[in-house]
């Protein structure tokens, strides 16, 4: 069966610091991935799709990005974190020719 | 532009009653729509969903009703438990990209 896998579960940062959060993907060949913010009171938004290997398509102009260096591999990162990116992140994945994703358990990023 | 609307952020409803979550969308492209179960501190869960050539979908005690003409759909759940106590997101989705989801609804089930 397929399993995500997304760490770390709480992480807290100072404001300028560097940021890396991965997500991996087991049981399956070639997913699509996803990450996606919950920033408090507000549903989930789409910051990066990537639909294979090196291909990240970006939905929100921010200070994150996004890397995918293996086929179930999904990286987020920043350089220099900011109050506002504060936030629940979660990974999710969907195999193509399904409409349904599948999340991970979500990072709850605090930057202090 | 919240292209999926929740409206209600919060529904009480008794133990063994119907709950009826609400959903509104204003993208006529979107060709499927989905339901997730969300905890605190955790990622959402998969519930049911519905293709847009549909107008209900039925698992169980989760039944989907879709209205395209009213670009709405409802998420009902009969009879209601405890464990049902969740936020509640509807979700839609257009070709390969993400999902768009709405700011969610508090399901809170009474004894």
């Known amino acids: 069966s397929q399993t995500i896998h997304q760490w770390p579960a709480t992480l807290v940062q100072p404001v300028g610091s560097p940021l890396s959060l991965e997500c991996t993907v087991e049981g399956t060949s070639n997913p699509n991935l996803y990450w996606y913010r919950q920033a408090a009171g507000r549903g989930l938004q789409l910051l990066f799709y990537s639909v294979g290997i090196g291909q990240i398509s970006s939905e929100v102009p921010q200070n994150l990005s996004a890397s995918r260096p293996q086929d179930r591999q999904f990286i987020l990162s920043s350089k220099k974190l900011l109050l506002s990116d504060s936030g629940f992140y979660l990974c999710?994945?969907?195999?193509?020719?399904?409409?349904?994703?599948?999340f991970g358990a979500g990072t709850r990023l605090s930057v202090l | 532009d919240q292209q999926v609307k929740q409206n209600s952020p919060s529904l009480s409803v008794q133990e063994g009653r119907i709950s009826i979550l609400n959903c509104d969308y204003t993208n006529s492209m979107f060709d499927y729509f989905l339901w997730y179960k969300k905890y605190p501190a955790e990622g959402p869960t998969f519930l049911i969903s519905?293709?847009?050539?549909?107008d209900k979908n039925e698992d169980g005690r989760f039944t989907v009703f879709l209205n395209k003409s009213a670009k709405h759909l409802s998420l009902h759940i009969v009879p209601s438990q405890p464990g049902d106590s969740a936020v509640y997101f509807c979700a839609a989705s257009w070709g390969a990209d993400g999902l768009t989801f709405g700011k969610g609804t508090h399901l809170i089930i009474q004894p």
């Open positions: 999710a994945w969907r195999q193509a020719g399904s409409n349904i994703q599948y």
């Open positions: 519905i293709s847009s050539i549909k």
